[in-house]
């Protein structure tokens, strides 16, 4: 080709463009993955996560800023609403096995973005020990489960107020008869070698609240069913509970952990499904452990008249139950009138017994013993490792010297050894001590139910054990599994992920603790649901302590005032200026808003 003028043009070489092209290609791609290597830290995949979430977020003077948000009230049919265990979503599931009753979370498209409201009239919560005893009605407004289980004693409703009388369906002469018995079965209760229990299908946690004079710490589960908010109740009251079912998933607790099982006439069909459900309760159970029946099979023979059956019907579920549970390695430990006790092997030996092909089999290597979130329950049954053996019931310090005895399963953690847990323990009777001076109610009778959002081996829960509350340690089911030396110390606590709701009603909690959550989560969880789910779970009136990375606390400070939150930044105990506390206090209003949303 020429030009006009007649002479030649020197085009340049294709092949050389084309080569030059995928050179600068190349080159952008590799500065683009340089760029995503040193970018990809956890504060700029935060900053990523929240600028989806709120508008237009800023940095000043090295800590994220964002713009005011204000979040409006949800319809007053919200008062009780509960994301993961939510009756308008039922129908969505199948009911067998009662999988419906399990946690079933909304998509992210579903989250409510509005502040639950309180139920007409409520008022703050009659303090402990009082609340034992009775709650004002208007905070729990139910009165199906008075009218269905006032003969059986469980609550009766008295003008403004509901009283607990302490009745159960086994025990309608009072629950502190009931567990006088069981005492004289199991002397362990009395010596501080029982510390933990669970009590599954716990009605309004009648036989928890007694147990908590005797020392020992339960764990109240229910499902939301159609009994109406009984772990509601069972918070109003004070006493530990969670919202859960056995059905077809692990319960959120690591294996080897309560040193006894309750369940009276909890309606578990222990010996169907091939077992499987007392399958779970071997699981969480630590060696040596007790399990305790009272309901139907045990006493059939004098009971079956009142259980609309026939004598033989239940002498063969008793047979039955007798027989799964000896296929365990459990024995029947001691038995009296409507109460039987069944102990866990103390030791591997019958296991080691046990026929290849007995049944229900032992679970293999593949099943990992301690997953309890969102783990699919299997027709086999845990043995023990017996490297722990200083973690079976006989072994274990009695209460109250096993809260600071170092735990054998704490070397189960990486990176965790005696002096780390030593030193933890330490450091966190410091803090306690900073954190009464910044609220003074901590300690007194104005604070009941704890929650330690960000556990690590309970220490935060320790400092506090000799102040008339409890504490709720929460381990978070993506980060290092110490959940085991939380209960090897005496402790309870649970495994959760605080990207979801947790397992409880609204209004639950005095006070709600978190130690750097936001830096360890933020690039998972978005902050404003993480900050709402707390608004649901605590009680106007009650407080947050949220110890934070600096970059995070202002941000955090100014979606707590779109909630209605007032806070307030303190330094810590050391007085470094990487990390504050912020104190906040939700206030009490009431709703003024009718519609939905």
């Excluded at 589960?221 to 509970?241: K, M």
């Excluded at 072994?395 to 399963?409: C, I």
């Excluded at 509350?469 to 929460?474: A, C, E, G, P």
């Excluded at 649901?529 to 100014?558: K, Q």
């Amino acid at each position: 080709m020429k030009h006009k003028d007649g002479k030649p043009i020197n085009q340049p070489n294709k092949n050389r463009a084309v080569t030059l092209a995928v050179t600068l290609i190349a080159l952008c791609g590799f500065s683009f993955y340089l760029g995503g290597i040193f970018c990809s830290g956890k504060d700029g995949v935060v900053v990523n996560t929240i600028q989806k979430t709120l508008d237009s977020p800023k940095q000043s003077s090295g800590s994220l800023q964002i713009k005011p948000i204000s979040f409006p009230e949800c319809s007053i049919d919200y008062q009780d609403y509960t994301p993961c265990t939510d009756p308008k979503r039922w129908r969505k599931y199948g009911v067998y096995r009662l999988t419906l009753l399990e946690r079933h979370c909304p998509p992210v498209f579903d989250r409510k973005e509005c502040l639950v409201p309180p139920p007409e009239g409520y008022k703050p919560p009659i303090r402990w020990p009082k609340s034992r005893d009775e709650c004002w009605y208007r905070n729990v407004p139910y009165d199906w489960i008075n009218k269905q289980k006032s003969n059986q004693h469980w609550l009766r409703k008295e003008g403004e107020k509901f009283l607990f009388p302490g009745g159960g369906t086994m025990f309608p002469n009072g629950v502190g008869e009931y567990v006088d018995l069981m005492q004289d079965l199991i002397p362990g209760m009395k010596d501080g070698t029982v510390r933990t229990a669970i009590d599954t299908g716990c009605g309004v946690a009648s036989w928890g609240g007694d147990l908590l004079d005797r020392g020992i710490l339960t764990v109240s589960l229910a499902p939301r069913d159609n009994h109406e908010a009984q772990v509601q109740f069972a918070l109003e009251r004070g006493i530990p509970a969670v919202l859960g079912v056995i059905s077809t998933q692990r319960l959120p607790f690591p294996s080897n952990s309560f040193d006894m099982a309750h369940c009276s006439r909890c309606l578990i069909p222990w010996t169907e499904f091939g077992g499987i459900y007392l399958m779970e309760i071997h699981r969480i159970l630590r060696p040596g452990g007790f399990w305790v029946l009272s309901g139907p099979p045990v006493n059939y023979e004098h009971r079956w008249r009142g259980w609309n059956t026939t004598i033989e019907d239940q002498r063969s579920d008793y047979e039955k139950l007798q027989e799964l549970l000896t296929s365990m390695c459990f024995k029947l430990y001691n038995k009296k009138d409507d109460i039987a006790v069944w102990q866990k092997a103390k030791d591997n030996s019958c296991y080691e017994k046990l026929a290849r092909e007995s049944y229900p089999p032992q679970c293999d290597d593949s099943i990992e013993p301690d997953s309890g979130w969102y783990t699919p329950l299997r027709a086999c049954f845990v043995v023990p490792d017996p490297k722990y053996k200083k973690s079976g019931l006989t072994y274990m310090p009695k209460w109250p010297e096993r809260l600071h005895a170092t735990p054998e399963r704490v070397t189960t953690v990486h990176g965790s050894s005696t002096s780390t847990f030593s030193h933890d323990n330490g450091k966190w009777k410091k803090r306690i001590q900073h954190y009464k001076k910044l609220l003074p109610e901590l300690g007194t009778d104005k604070v009941r139910n704890v929650m330690d959002m960000t556990t690590v081996y309970g220490a935060f829960a320790a400092a506090l054990i000799n102040d008339p509350l409890w504490v709720m340690n929460v381990v978070s089911s993506y980060g290092p599994n110490t959940l085991p030396v939380v209960y090897d110390r005496g402790l309870i606590g649970t495994f959760h992920d605080w990207c979801e709701a947790f397992s409880t009603y609204p209004r639950t909690y005095d006070l709600l603790h978190l130690d750097g959550l936001f830096t360890a989560e933020s690039h998972r969880c978005e902050m404003k649901y993480v900050l709402l789910e707390m608004d649901r779970i605590l009680r106007p009136g009650g407080h947050a302590i949220i110890r934070e990375s600096t970059y995070f606390v202002d941000a955090i400070a100014t979606i707590a005032k779109g909630m209605r939150w007032v806070c307030r930044k303190e330094n810590t105990e050391y007085g470094v200026d990487k990390e504050k506390i912020l104190i906040c206090q939700k206030k009490l209003w009431h709703s003024s808003n009718n519609g939905s949303r």
